[in-house]
């Protein structure tokens, strides 16, 4: 990096070359600063329109293309590394928020946390020994928050065999996603930091819910839906997940995938319970079929997510065979 | 070959030269048509070094910063003599149709 102060023209035209890849811009950032800097007039403060368009452009192309030069087999074990942990990450903040008052149990309030954590480092560093341990700690840290909290896990409830099979019902799903998590992750494959702003999406949500105040849909309709969060967040966070990716597909399918994974997964770990209830209550199995129609409307949203991948893909590897040619 | 390649490649005809220079280079043989902006040129100088038609020549710092200078290979020069070669012919169909069509009509039927 040079060591002359930086001019107001400097520091926007890096600004510019930070849509680029991090390793590219490693390489190859001073020197292109050096041209555009050469090239500028006397007193220009600011990147000509043409420039900054084509280090626009050609920063997400070369995006594309390192992530193109990934290959298939690792790019669909990143996605669905991510997938899972977008899926567990929802469960983790689903399962906190289910047990009112969310947050005045510190130990509850600790075995979320500590999923959430667990998740992170799973996917990120790949360090699996400490992720089992933090799982482990979560899972017997919960049962404890819950019963001095006088929820859920209050021992005359807990007694009775059936009850206990539905909550591993509930609980069940997430955790055994969180073990695929840990086998499947491996620290040479760790993805982009940049996905941590779609896994955290559920607990931010979460969090904003808790500091503005609630308009009580959820009470209105006295549901309390298990996939993901309450009722009135699932579209907030449908359609924030659905805006990011579609803006990701322009240098990377794998996010998209990844969250068609986490909605396929949450919906049919949905369905468990359900399932469960028929068994047991010897319920009607019409019961399946009258929660609602979010089932249709998520895994159509998913499929539509996957279609549009494939497509993009299709499209892209046409491109490049025509380039080659 | 698309234009702005052309005229890189065109540019280090004359012998290596640095990214601003083969923009100006670029520029003045065009007569000002191609004015190649920063993230173009590194793109094309990136595939042309891809495909082996441009190497690095040398690396110096200059203002705290490096400045390569990039050399038109064998196949850089080839590429561009061919593609030189291909456009003249096609610019003979339209410049001197009659010229062409002379030959064609005095070339000796071979079938």
């Known amino acids: 990096m040079s060591t002359l102060p930086a001019t107001r023209l400097e520091r926007r035209a890096r600004l510019l070359l930070r849509a680029y890849p991090p390793e590219y811009r490693a390489e190859r950032a001073e020197e292109m600063l050096g041209t555009l800097l050469e090239a500028a007039q006397p007193g220009q403060e600011w990147p000509s329109a043409r420039d900054a368009w084509s280090l626009l452009r ?29 899926y567990v990450s929802v469960a983790a903040v689903n399962v906190g928020s289910e047990v009112p008052p969310w947050g005045t149990d510190p130990a509850q309030t600790l ?6 954590a667990a998740t992170v480092l799973a996917v990120w560093t790949g360090y699996r020994a400490a992720v089992a341990t933090i799982t482990a700690i979560a899972i017997a840290i919960f049962p404890y928050g819950s019963y001095r909290s006088g929820h859920g896990f209050s021992l005359p409830y807990h007694l009775t ?53 609630d308009p009580g849909w959820h009470r209105l309709s006295g549901l309390v839906t298990l996939y993901p969060l309450r009722t009135n967040d699932l579209p907030v966070l449908l359609t924030l997940l659905t805006l990011l990716t579609l803006g ?10 990844g969250v068609a994974l986490s909605l396929v997964v949450g919906q049919l770990a949905l369905y468990i319970p359900a399932i469960q209830e028929v068994v047991m209550d010897r319920a009607p199995i019409v019961l399946l079929w009258t929660w609602d129609t979010t089932i249709f409307k998520v895994l159509g949203l998913a499929a539509a997510m996957v279609a549009t991948t494939l497509l993009i893909l299709h499209r892209r590897t046409r491109a490049s065979r025509a380039t080659a040619g | ?80 003599r061919a593609e030189a070669q291909r456009m003249a012919e096609a610019a003979q169909i339209v410049i001197e149709p009659t010229a062409r069509s002379g030959r064609l009509a005095r070339k000796p039927r071979t079938t």
């Open chain 1, 58 to 86: 050609s920063g997400v192309n070369a995006r594309a293309a390192r992530n193109r030069r990934l290959g298939l087999r690792i790019s669909l074990r990143q996605a669905a590394a991510f997938g899972l942990a977008l």
């Open chain 1, 111 to 116: 075995a979320v946390a500590l999923l959430l």
């Open chain 1, 161 to 213: 065999a059936r009850m206990a099979s539905v909550d591993a019902a509930y609980f069940g799903p997430p955790l055994l996603a969180l073990l695929a998590l840990i086998a499947l992750t491996q620290r040479s494959e760790r993805p982009p930091r940049s996905w941590l702003l779609l896994a955290c999406l559920p607990s931010s949500l979460l969090g904003a819910r808790q500091l503005l105040p």
């Open chain 1, 248 to 257: 990701w597909l322009v240098t990377d399918t794998r996010p998209a995938l």
């Open chain 2, 1 to 80: 070959m698309r234009e702005p390649t052309y005229f890189v490649l065109a540019a280090l005809l004359a012998g290596p030269l640095h990214g601003y220079a083969i923009i100006k280079r670029a520029e003045e043989l065009s007569d000002g048509r191609v004015r190649l902006a920063t993230g173009t040129l590194y793109t094309a100088l990136d595939r042309l070094a891809a495909e082996r038609r441009v190497e690095l020549v040398s690396e110096e710092i200059v203002d705290g910063r490096i400045r390569r200078s990039y050399g038109l290979t064998e196949s850089g020069a080839a590429a561009l």
